[in-house]
């Protein structure tokens, strides 16, 4: 299913978070957001998903227009906070969040098998959350996202805290779930990850300022190195001709 | 709903402090109060004038009470009471009447009073005042009076306090969003939160009841599973109630800073007080309040001993509270979600 941002701003308190943002990303892709911290990466998931509604203009995924809760069977969601109930062991975590999805018995325990091999994490399935450490609580809450195999994934920072052994899996596993069909769109700040990515969409002071082919963007760029996209789009943003 | 629910179970569980606070903080508090309020075999110290008969001297020393003599050097009952703390009452009788001095109003000054006047009456049974209730008896203590005035604020506090904190929490941690980004009815996680916390909620009134009835032996003249249901609703009440009041506290700390406005008015409105001794008509106040609705259908069962007929008035005020209370936390939820 692809995604069609329409005119799509957002304010908090009279401030204008994202600005006229118009956006159509593929269906089957990995669409990267990035942007420096504070840019509105994260605002603009949450308008995707529907968990908050735009000032002004509209989302569509597929041809549903969110918010919509019928809808939300094919959405996968990681936040950027863990989300996670940290009184409950990580299995008890992910069957409870399963059984939201009304998934049948059987076919979730397979699941929760699949997806804690995936994260790596079997050998703690039955700890706690308090007593994970940060990257585990970021895999788990991976893991949840992934577990009713979603249409469509939204991934807030997934691989904060996770390393680079861990990473590499883990977008193998991503290229995996693309293959079946699945629309991803993916918050980063990690430059390799970037390339793994079919495109990428340049936010800057909550406006979309490019959005294209990683390879044309890399086109673009006079080194052909991803941290000039950052620099690119702090210049554009003055306003400047970028260089 | 009941994944929601058997995780608000399975959760609490978890936390053991939780468990203790819903379950034995009750308890404890309700021994304390009982022991505080409770009968006491305290004899009151009188300090009787010399100038007194000696006839009214020997009743005294028939009822329980320590019996001294005053030293006939002292100027005045209350100079003599200040620089003896452990004195209760200063006793004089002559022609001209009888005077007693005592340290304080407290419940010392009144177990003399209702010592001394016990003696007095039988030289002269005439004057014997039989008091009779018709609710109760004479030799029931406080405690038998105002218990089911605690037995509802404890379990309304402890569930009120577990479910605006874990609702708070639920916000901060995100779980909540997460939660409304499934497919899941608005409706139903209310419900589902509902349900879990009155689980504990039975339990917790189960325990609190056959404690006080039948080891605290507090008096009851009613239908014990009518006052489990009363419980049961109040402490439903609680849970949405706390859901409420998260909504404007962003962490477990606000919540307490939010007690003096919550929690704390519904102790005075609950009928510790006489309504109609309030001043100004404020007791009508308590009928904003839901510990009052839960405390008066206690009272009606526990003292007087009454059932449903005269106890579904309250019962619905409680009903109304959820119906409400319930309305708002789902609508409060459209905040993350419009659908
Ligand atoms: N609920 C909110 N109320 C008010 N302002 C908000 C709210 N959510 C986000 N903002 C503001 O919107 C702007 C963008 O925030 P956002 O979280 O989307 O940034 P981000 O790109 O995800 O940053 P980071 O990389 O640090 O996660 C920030 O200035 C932030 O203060
Ligand atoms: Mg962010």
């Given at each position: 299913m692809n995604i069609q941002v329409k005119e799509t701003s957002k304010s908090f308190d009279q401030l204008e978070v994202i600005r006229d943002v118009d956006l159509t990303i593929m269906s089957g892709e990995i669409c990267c957001l990035l942007g420096p911290s504070g840019s509105g990466k994260t605002t603009l998931i949450r308008l995707m998903i529907g968990a908050i509604a735009p000032s002004k203009g509209t989302v569509h995924i597929g041809e549903t227009l969110m918010p919509n809760m019928k809808l939300l069977n094919d959405i996968g969601f990681m936040p950027q906070n863990n989300a996670l109930y940290e009184d409950l062991t990580?299995?008890?975590?992910?069957?409870?969040?399963?059984?939201?999805?009304?998934?049948?018995?059987?076919?979730?325990?397979?699941?929760?098998?699949?997806?804690?091999?995936?994260?790596?994490?079997?050998?703690?399935?039955?700890?706690?959350?308090?007593?994970?450490?940060?990257?585990?609580?970021?895999?788990?809450?991976?893991?949840?996202?992934?577990?009713?195999?979603?249409?469509?994934?939204?991934?807030?920072?997934?691989?904060?805290?996770i390393d680079p052994v861990l990473r590499r899996e883990i977008w193998r596993q991503f290229h995996q779930i693309k293959q079946d069909g699945t629309t991803i769109v993916v918050s980063t700040h990690v430059m390799?990850?970037?390339?793994?990515?079919?495109?990428?969409?340049?936010?800057?002071?909550?406006?979309?300022?490019?959005?294209?082919?990683?390879?044309?963007?890399?086109?673009?760029?006079?080194?052909?190195?991803?941290?000039?996209?950052f620099l690119l789009a702090a210049d554009q943003q003055k306003g400047g001709d970028p260089r | 709903m009941m994944q929601l629910a058997k995780r608000v179970v399975r959760q609490t569980?978890?936390?053991?402090?939780?468990?203790?606070?819903?379950?034995?903080?009750?308890?404890?508090?309700?021994?304390?109060?009982?022991?505080?309020?409770?009968?006491?075999?305290?004899?009151?110290?009188?300090?009787?004038?010399?100038?007194?008969?000696?006839?009214?001297?020997?009743?005294?020393?028939?009822?329980?009470?320590?019996?001294?003599?005053?030293?006939?050097?002292?100027?005045?009952?209350?100079a003599y009471l200040s620089s003896h703390p452990d004195v209760d009452a200063v006793f004089r009788a002559d022609r001209e009447g009888t005077d007693i001095t005592l340290q304080e109003p407290s419940k010392k000054s009144s177990i003399a009073v209702k010592e001394i006047q016990a003696g007095l009456t039988s030289l002269n049974p005439a004057a014997k005042i039989a008091t009779t209730y018709v609710h109760g008896s004479t030799d029931q203590s406080t405690f038998d009076s105002l218990g089911y005035v605690f037995l509802s604020l404890f379990?309304?506090?402890?569930?009120?306090?577990?479910?605006?904190?874990?609702?708070?929490?639920?916000?901060?941690?995100?779980?909540?969003?997460?939660?409304?980004?499934?497919p899941i009815k608005r409706s139903e996680v209310i419900l589902g939160y509902t349900v879990g916390y009155?689980?504990?909620?039975?339990?917790?009134?189960?325990?609190?009841?056959?404690?006080?009835?039948?080891?605290?032996?507090?008096?009851?003249?009613?239908?014990?599973?009518?006052?489990?249901?009363?419980?049961?609703?109040?402490?439903?009440?609680?849970?949405?109630?706390?859901?409420?009041?998260?909504?404007?506290?962003?962490?477990?700390?606000?919540?307490?800073?939010?007690?003096?406005?919550?929690?704390?008015?519904?102790?005075?409105?609950?009928?510790?007080?006489?309504?109609?001794?309030?001043?100004?008509?404020?007791?009508?106040?308590?009928?904003?309040?839901?510990?009052?609705?839960?405390?008066?259908?206690?009272?009606?069962?526990m003292v007087y001993g009454n059932g449903f007929e005269e106890i579904w008035g309250y019962l619905l005020g409680l009903v109304g509270y959820i119906v409400v209370l319930y309305l708002i936390n789902v609508l409060a939820l459209k905040k993350f979600r419009n659908t």
């Open positions: 990580a299995e008890d975590n992910l069957n409870f969040f399963g059984s939201l999805y009304k998934l049948e018995r059987q076919l979730l325990k397979q699941r929760i098998e699949e997806v804690l091999t995936i994260v790596d994490l079997t050998a703690h399935r039955h700890k706690r959350v308090q007593v994970f450490s940060g990257g585990m609580k970021k895999r788990l809450s991976l893991a949840i996202s992934i577990l009713h195999k979603p249409k469509v994934l939204f991934l807030d920072e997934p691989t904060v805290g390799d990850e970037v390339i793994e990515c079919d495109r990428a969409a340049l936010i800057y002071n909550g406006a979309l300022i490019e959005y294209d082919t990683v390879d044309n963007l890399l086109a673009k760029t006079e080194t052909g190195r991803v941290e000039e996209l | 569980l978890n936390d053991k402090r939780s468990v203790m606070m819903i379950l034995i903080a009750p308890l404890l508090i309700l021994t304390l109060i009982y022991l505080l309020l409770g009968d006491t075999d305290y004899v009151p110290v009188i300090a009787v004038d010399e100038v007194t008969p000696p006839q009214v001297v020997m009743v005294l020393e028939k009822q329980e009470l320590d019996v001294i003599e005053l030293p006939n050097n002292v100027e005045s009952a209350k379990s309304f506090f402890m569930v009120f306090v577990i479910s605006a904190m874990a609702f708070v929490k639920e916000r901060s941690d995100g779980t909540l969003e997460r939660l409304l980004m499934t009155s689980f504990f909620a039975i339990l917790q009134a189960i325990l609190i009841v056959l404690y006080t009835v039948y080891i605290l032996q507090m008096a009851s003249n009613g239908n014990i599973f009518l006052v489990l249901l009363v419980l049961l609703l109040l402490a439903t009440t609680a849970v949405l109630f706390g859901a409420t009041i998260s909504v404007f506290a962003s962490s477990a700390l606000q919540v307490v800073q939010l007690i003096p406005f919550t929690i704390i008015p519904q102790v005075f409105f609950s009928g510790l007080i006489a309504l109609d001794l309030i001043p100004y008509h404020l007791g009508n106040l308590s009928y904003v309040m839901p510990i009052f609705y839960g405390a008066s259908a206690i009272k009606e069962i």
